[in-house]
């Protein structure tokens, strides 16, 4: 079956550093790749996605490339702010056929002033 | 500018109470999703249906049950809150080959 591994948390970090959430998947076919952002006392947002291999999706400075050699889709951003502090979560939605998402269990980040 | 109205926000509910929680979307989505989430950890889907008068449990066993009698509309029922039903309750809804798009969810307190 389908799942997302991702990088488990918390994550702290300082204003202006740059931030790595690792994501891997497991699934058959070439699946669509999401990061959804959380932010407190919210429900889930697209922050963006990827639906084959090699694209890159980016957004409010985030970026992630779907790999397909590596299984993964790991999300970066070159240098975060105290308001990117929220919960991320990977998912992946197969093309076929299957029409719920899998997530992963969500890392927490933390940025300090 | 959201698209998927949950309501309520917050509530909270003395034990054996009937509660719904409200789900509406104006997207015409035929796909929609009911998750429980304790804050900022795990998504567990309880309920989902794929159009009108098709529901289906998800992954996670739930005391709740759902309807899906109109399109935009997908409400989830608890006959008889107990506090182990504390948690927050998030809707989606699913376009074609797009992700979900989630409503702001309902914090329920059972007390």
Redesign the interface.
């Known amino acids: 079956g389908n799942s997302v591994t991702q990088m488990e948390g918390p994550v702290t970090l300082s204003e202006e550093a740059f931030l790595t959430i690792n994501c891997t998947y497991t699934a058959t076919g070439y699946p669509?790749l999401?990061w959804?952002v959380?932010y407190?006392?919210?429900?889930?947002?697209?922050l963006l996605?990827a639906?084959k291999a090699d694209d890159k999706g980016s957004n409010k400075g985030f970026e992630a490339t779907y790999r397909k050699e590596t299984t993964s889709f790991h999300l970066e951003k070159g240098s975060v702010q105290v308001s990117d502090s929220a919960?991320y979560?990977c998912?992946l939605?197969q093309?076929t056929n299957d029409?719920?998402?899998s997530?992963g269990?969500?890392t927490?980040v933390t940025v300090r002033a | 500018e959201a698209d998927i109205y949950?309501t309520p926000r917050y509530l909270v509910i003395g034990t054996g109470k009937k509660i719904t929680l409200e789900c509406s979307q104006t997207m015409g989505h035929d796909?929609m999703?009911w998750y429980q989430q304790d804050p900022?950890?795990?998504?567990h889907?309880i309920h989902?249906s794929?159009g009108v008068n098709s529901t289906e449990k998800g992954d996670l066993s739930s005391e709740s049950t759902v309807s899906r009698i109109r399109t935009e509309h997908f409400p989830l029922t608890l006959e008889s809150a107990r506090p182990s039903h504390t948690s927050q309750y998030?809707c989606?809804s699913?376009a074609a080959?797009?992700?979900?798009?989630?409503?702001?969810?309902t914090?329920l307190t059972v007390v």
């Open positions: 669509s999401f959804y959380q407190p006392g919210e429900g889930l947002q697209l996605k639906t919960v979560f998912a939605k093309t029409y719920k998402l997530f269990a969500g927490t | 949950q796909k999703y900022g950890m795990e998504l889907l989902y794929y998030l989606a699913m080959n797009y992700g979900y798009t989630f409503g702001s969810g914090r």
